[in-house]
């Protein structure tokens, strides 16, 4: 399977990145929220390729279409679908790749899946793709932002082995989005800038890490054993492309702290809230991350998604054809030589889908203060 | 939700740490395996606590008794459901714990999330509650050795900041389970035996990193986009107690590292097979870790997963009463000072289960060639 | 699969008719509920055989043990397990039917399913398997009464060709249980008690058509589509054993009226209540059985569900034996001319499960007024 | 949820009746699979408006285009997108229905489960929704046909209290088709036809009953306990618009018999084939519909769904506004007399939905001889 995510906030995406279309169908918003499609759009704006110089130069000018689900504004309880047409499909030659394996590509796995490939730009394994993740956690965004105030912000927070000093607690979407690179330190921004550039003039590409922090989640959302909310957050990231690995809190660097320096001691909460049962406490410090064993403390939850370097590269590689002959291989066109900064809204959208959901599962408990 | 995982190899545990009983129901285990009882025991011997004088004294014998899906020593296709009693439950007094959130526990997020709580070990968030994993995963891994001859192996990779050097192509079982630590690499294990030893000389706990491996997973298994096979072992990872971080291939090293230099190339399979549509390749080297685009390459699946430092320590600690008074607060009693060792079976069994799951779904492509 | 049921509310019910147990778990039941135990019993003894004898004079105790998911006599909203030990396992010989194949039976489609059997009493595909259901319906139908004063009634409705008069809207729980045939009609309950009692002298067995009613259930509660609430009852009863037949409001009967007949007229509700947006209204009439769409109206919810001919008789029937060859066989023992009487808990279990997974689907709605 | 169905070959649909679209997108169809576009069309042309002088006049041509999971003519294994775009959306006045609740229609439930509606020709809840069910039964039917011989046929067996005389065994597509009725009993056909004509110069409306077979199914097929192929036949059946019954085998009618008259006696089988195990038997009657304990014998699976009244119909009827006032109200323009010609489609897709749903999960089931 693998085109759907979620229980109850449940999005299924479809297409090919050189089909007639990309999409996705959501199932399970609630009744009664005013979406904004222009800021759908800004969102897919923020992940489109072409949007500087430090991305790749293809253009697409993914314009988001709403098929349902909408009605006067609001959304209606049923389906939304949301419809993105790729512009050049069909418009380029493959003739150098449909017959061989690109290193570090999925066309040699999805051959040995399926017995068959769209080899068309990497076809459903493209990163094009993404494009209906973003728009789905565009919604997810809105919703969150609507019924709890809850932000979500991602950034830039290190390229090859540097990395910028960020506070979860305080960073803002605007000092975000006020960099190209999308690192809001600006000491940084200019050393990632320079190695982007760097990279770029060289055929070669580079890997880095995106930071992300979820504040104002509740108390309380996530659940035990499997479905823990670390866990969920874990499968959405590392179902992103090129991603291969994921911390919450402290991470691996914890590992090395003893227990007695690692545990956030409660303190009583500042806003004490009626809850039955009890008082819920809070922390002066977060190494949790804002979970523990798998459910929301109430702190910023925060997270770091590792991610390779861009496999589409300029300089020669070895390979293999279909066939099974030996070649050598060299990629060519327009390709981002750091997908970082265009990384930023697909973590933003991995984190909102997952505690959309959770936070849908959490009024299914029927708790009775919700 | 929260006590299931898995699409078609459906595995629901349930239990408390102190109450009657934990177990497991497996749901979707193909017919006609014959199933090795005593096996299945000697994973749970390997997770339980008492084993050896680097985990907690307190002993638990942990049988397990089959209630269902066996029919002559093979499986029937019907749920294996398996039962382990609690030996102790009731027996000690909870008063010091039963009105306060000790730090670092689920304490706090389970009364957040359900205003209500089972305080006595833990309850449901007891790290008792993996026994039915490893249950459930001793079964996965007899299947997917016997239908497909896969070896499953974790072993303790890291303590404190002392890393080990382990190969993944070649570690053995035996060397891991040889060890007393399960640090395969005898140099490392006499290091960490004496950090494990003084920490809790100090009443203290240290965390550490579990290294794993899957050999002989075909190429082919897995899913695009949100159910990607590392997206699945991320999340089973994290969903176990204390993990707060997961990497797959190069991982979070490997985002310093250029593009040129981070692609595997294709070679030639040594051992071509007669698959439709096309030969499958391999690699040298293996910085994917296993996996490309979600989906297996045929090469070992190479995994780490960070685990905190224990929070159950002995020193005295701050934090508040359910009705929000400030208190000082020291643990009692026997626990883990490093849960690393007995980490080990657990990461098998997510692996395990990830894995077979994975299998199934891919028998349901019909390819016509498995 | 096929063990498992229920979205928010799922059960997942292990074990065969002579292996050690049979069992279920239950997650996603809400925290808070006291759970009262001997109610739960009250409703296997219900279903249990050897009650009266116009059932089989098998005797089982069927004693359920609470396993996990209580605290202090109430739901931590972990989850539930329920074991139930087989008395009798492993106690005759199944030597006339270990190789054949009974008519009517699970024998060879199970055959034909797994390529292996459990032969012992039916194995899976036994009634003794509805015991788990009828004990996690139990706690639904517990919830339920509790949080929305929901009353859910089933009664023999019809045995062979002779259909008692019920009126759903007044029929009581009392009334079905003073009737050893479960028909709260004394007429019809005199006439079934006799079929009965002739075609058991015979040899023979009878089937029948369960009536069923849920009133008090919310207007609103459902889905559009696929997941339709009369879709989800419907699946719900042909799930039972020896069920064959499904109708909702006027059922098979309706399809003869004409449009202009079979509209329920809306009239201004009885007791409006402060929901946004409109006015909900209710009928005088109710051909439509409390659904429309898939979602209910408010009216009370109908349903009949048909149960063939018990397949265990005592008349000489041809068949098969595993290897092919042509056999009469005839059955011995003790089973139940008419499995009516003890079907009536089954299809209140059945509705109940429906309604309590479809109630949590609705809060998850997060409408604002529930 | 609601727009979802299916394990393994998962359906999603989205659209209202006067949005821009409706559509579907399909996870898990095999790759491989040459899909016959026209094909698609040609199923989608049997339930489209205006077909004949038998059903409503309004027309919408409901050309299905394609979007993804195709690649030079066969399937991927990727998500499958078809799109419908609606082609008077938004062209005629909705004054006189916005306000108030149409009797036997969807309007008062749908506002009492979200809290809005969008009123416009019925939303979500429209019959249109069908389209997009036939056009992924379209799908199914393709491959059960390709890879299995399955034949899936529906008809219209019954119009009001007029049962026609046709045989599961025998009926060909072709037979059904010839006929505007769809009910292949040409005597029958004549009179349903003039039943159909009385009830529309009347401005009235009528029932029925349609009639489907599966021939071919192999014997296996389904699942114990909750998921039976009879119970998920219920359940796709009593999902679609107007249906109220549902019966498979001998049904309602069948519970007048013994048990003595009514078990299918196995056997030899015609063609015995190498299963391991045993000899799969047959048998020369079919009582059963081809289902035994929830698994396919190998016989044809026949059933039955009936269908209430349309609830459009065009006498004067009692309801109320929004806002509670009682009103008299008069349906306008054109619907149709009889929803069962076009209702024979959906049943298809119904059943061919299922079907593959099973068959999948079949294959995951690892038995060594699919």
Not at 84 to 112: F, Q, W
């Amino acid at each position: 399977m693998g085109s759907s995510v979620g229980r109850l906030f449940r999005v299924t995406t479809f297409g090919e990145s050189h089909g007639p279309a990309i999409g996705v169908i959501i199932e399970g918003c609630p009744p009664g929220l005013t979406l904004d499609l222009e800021q759908l759009q800004l969102d897919l704006d923020r992940r489109r390729p072409g949007q500087s110089d430090l991305t790749t130069s293809r253009q697409e000018s993914d314009r988001v279409e709403l098929l349902s689900g909408l009605f006067e504004g609001q959304t209606t309880g049923t389906p939304i679908a949301l419809l993105i047409r790729n512009k050049d499909a069909h418009s380029r030659s493959y003739d150098g790749v449909k017959e061989l394996y690109r290193p570090g590509h999925g066309d040699a796995t999805y051959m040995a899946r399926y017995g068959l490939r769209d080899y068309r730009g990497g076809g459903r394994a493209s990163a094009r793709e993404t494009a209906a993740r973003v728009a789905a956690g565009g919604v997810a965004r809105q919703w969150l932002s609507a019924r709890y105030g809850i932000e979500v912000i991602a950034w830039v927070d290190q390229v090859s082995a540097h990395r910028a000093k960020i506070d979860p607690n305080t960073v803002t979407h605007a000092e975000v989005e006020a960099q190209l690179t999308r690192c809001p330190d600006h000491e940084y921004h200019l050393l990632f800038d320079s190695l982007i550039r760097t990279a770029k003039e060289e055929g070669d590409t580079l890997g880095g890490v995106i930071g992300g922090v979820a504040r104002g989640v509740p108390a309380g959302w996530g659940a035990p054993v499997f479905d823990k909310l670390e866990a969920d957050l874990a499968k959405a990231c590392l179902s992103l492309p090129a991603c291969k690995g994921f911390e919450v809190g402290s991470g691996f660097d914890g590992v090395t702290l003893r227990g007695s320096q690692h545990n956030d001691e409660w303190t009583p909460p500042k806003n004490p809230t009626n809850r039955p049962g009890a008082v819920i406490p809070t922390t002066n410090t977060n190494r949790a991350g804002g979970v523990l064993a798998g459910i929301s403390t109430g702190a910023p939850i925060t997270i770091r998604a590792a991610f390779k370097p861009v496999s589409t590269h300029f300089k020669t590689q070895a390979t293999i054809t279909h066939s099974g002959e030996p070649v050598l291989f060299q990629n060519e066109g327009r390709h981002d030589p750091c997908v970082l900064p265009r990384a930023v809204p697909l973590v933003e959208a991995a984190m909102s889908l997952t505690l959309m959901d959770h936070a849908l599962q959490t009024l299914a408990l029927d708790r009775g203060y919700d």
